[in-house]
Each structure stands twice: as structure tokens, then as C-alpha cells.
């Protein structure tokens, strides 16, 4: 799989279409998005491999470069930071919850890649930029007035740099709570205003938390279960999703993934135990199960052509 994606990331920007001929291989469409692709996949990869597989390294790195250049924009007023799906050079501005692991990918990337061939400073520096301004939530985004592309991330940071360069650049800095009774004021509209108890954002917070160890990314895991707790937890026990987050209704179903991965990073994030699955030792695939990180032996590496 990993020849595959290699032999068909482009090679301009790095990254992968939506939709791929089964019999081929071939990818089938103009439309970049990060909605179940396999970025996730390449960086733990490495990481587990003990970063043996330097084409694996490389194409992370392309990948997130061509991510951060082509798919991250801010919104026109309030300036917050999101990822959306480009087709043919046009943003669509829809950002998904299934989006939100991201963040700690990027997280994990600009934590793990220091001091690796093709990997800078500068670009840890905006890895973790990227990664600390994006945001949760399943919406649409207000388009800029005269052209889409005037939201464009990089276009931002480069003005803020040529300007003063102080303090954090626009999209990275908490946006204030909405507080208006316009819904078009808050630069977005709900796509889908269900909650569905999905880990992607907390394990995103909770990699954060682990990666640059400020207590903020822990403070937003515990505000999101003490959320959870208040909207959809069941009396009889359980919890349940519920439908319209401005006004929560209870649905009637808990999904699987509450259990084996939502709770689990919270409970990770808010455990006592500092170093209770440490990120140096273990890599946690894309259902929250650790695996240990492959400490390859000399002769094992000989053999088997590891890292050649």
C-alpha cells in the first residue's frame, strides 16, 4: 500500500485525491482533502518502525507542506483556522469532524521529525502553528468576498512576517466565544449539528498536550467530557450522541468508538500518571490501540534490508 501512495502522491503538492480505481490504483479525481486519507497512517508508520523507513519520512513531510500550502485557510472576520477539500483550485470551506485528527498528526510529525534529513526548524514552527490553530467542529465556512483563495493560511502568515512578525500569527491565537444572535456572524454554518461522541478531537488535544506539554490542550480535553457528561449521559447509564449542539436533544444510540477511543484519550489526558503510555515508546493506531514502537536489532536490520 505504502508503493502505492508513493508511487501516486503528486508530485507538485504531495497530496491524494478522494477517489481511487479499485483495479488500478489510479487516483480518479481532481479533489485534495485530508477526510479519510492516509496521512495519519504514513507518520505513525515511521514513527513505529523506529523512523527506519526514510520514504515514509519523506512523504509525510510533502504531504503536510502541500496540506498547509494548499488546504488550510482562515475565515474573512473572525480569522479562525480550519482544513477543507480543494477541488480544481477552489476551496469548498466544509470542514469535518472526521478532519480533526489532523492536528495531532501534524503534532506528532513536527515533534518526532526534529533533527530528520529535509525537515527544518522553520517548518517544525509551522507544523505546530498548523496544528494548535485548527479547529473542531462539522461546518460550512464563509467564503472571502472577492476570491476563496484570499483565505489562504500562508497568504496570512507571510503579510503577518512582512509586517512585524510578533506575537502568533492570524488563525493560531484563541478566537473569542461567539456571543452574537446572527448565525452568519460566527463565519461559519452548521453542516451537521449532531454530536456524535467522536474521538478525533480529543485525541488531537490530548497528542498536543503529550507533544508540547502545555496544560491547555488537558484543560480543553476535561471541558470537552465535562460537556459530555452534562449533554449525553444517559440516567439508567451510558451515554448517547444527541442532535443539535446549540440545543441538545438526546438521540438513542452510544457508538463504539466512545468507549475504545473517546474515553480512552481522555482518561489518558487527565490520568496522574505523567508518562502512562509515552509517545517515545508506543504509537496509537487509528482505533486508539497502542502498538509498541519496533526496536530493530543490527542483525535484524541486515537481513531483512530495514532502513536500506
Not at 8 to 15: D, I, K, P
Not at 167 to 186: A, H, L, M, T
Request: hydrophobic share 35%.
Amino acid at each position: 500500500m505504502f508503493k502505492l501512495l508513493e508511487r501516486t502522491q503528486n508530485e507538485v503538492h504531495g497530496l491524494w485525491g478522494t477517489v481511487w480505481d479499485t483495479a488500478t490504483g489510479d487516483q480518479k479525481n481532481g479533489t485534495e482533502s485530508v477526510v479519510g486519507q492516509p496521512y495519519e497512517y504514513i507518520i505513525k508508520a515511521f514513527l513505529q518502525g523506529d523512523k527506519t523507513e526514510p520514504k515514509l519520512r519523506d512523504m509525510f513531510i510533502k504531504v503536510v507542506q502541500g496540506i498547509i500550502q494548499n488546504l488550510l485557510y482562515i475565515s474573512p472576520a473572525r480569522h479562525l483556522l480550519y482544513v477543507t477539500d480543494v477541488r480544481q483550485g477552489r476551496p469548498s470551506g466544509k470542514l469535518e469532524h472526521l478532519s480533526c485528527f489532523l492536528p495531532g498528526a501534524i503534532a506528532l510529525g513536527a515533534k518526532y521529525l526534529e533533527g530528520e534529513p529535509g525537515f527544518s526548524s522553520e517548518m517544525k514552527q509551522m507544523w505546530f502553528w498548523a496544528a494548535e490553530g485548527l479547529g473542531p467542529d462539522e461546518v460550512m465556512f464563509k467564503a472571502w468576498p472577492k476570491d476563496p483563495n484570499d483565505g489562504l493560511w500562508t497568504k496570512h502568515v507571510e503579510r503577518w512576517r512582512q509586517q512585524s512578525g510578533r506575537g502568533v500569527p492570524p488563525g493560531v491565537k484563541d478566537g473569542k466565544p461567539f456571543r452574537g444572535s446572527i448565525e452568519g456572524d460566527k463565519d461559519y454554518f452548521f453542516r451537521l449539528n449532531s454530536y456524535q461522541l467522536r474521538p478525533e478531537t480529543v485525541e488531537s488535544l490530548y497528542v498536543l498536550y503529550k507533544t508540547t506539554g502545555d496544560p491547555v490542550w488537558r484543560d480543553r480535553v476535561w471541558e470537552i467530557f465535562e460537556a459530555i457528561r452534562k449533554h449525553c449521559r444517559m440516567e439508567g447509564g451510558g451515554y448517547r450522541s444527541v442532535w443539535n449542539v446549540d440545543a441538545p436533544s438526546p438521540s438513542d444510540d452510544m457508538p463504539s468508538w466512545f468507549l475504545a477511543e473517546t474515553l480512552k484519550y481522555i482518561y489518558l489526558a487527565a490520568s496522574p500518571k505523567k508518562d502512562l503510555v509515552p509517545l517515545d515508546k508506543w504509537v496509537f493506531n487509528t482505533e486508539a490501540h497502542p502498538l509498541p514502537i519496533i526496536r530493530w536489532r543490527d542483525w535484524e536490520k541486515k537481513r531483512y534490508g530495514i532502513g536500506a
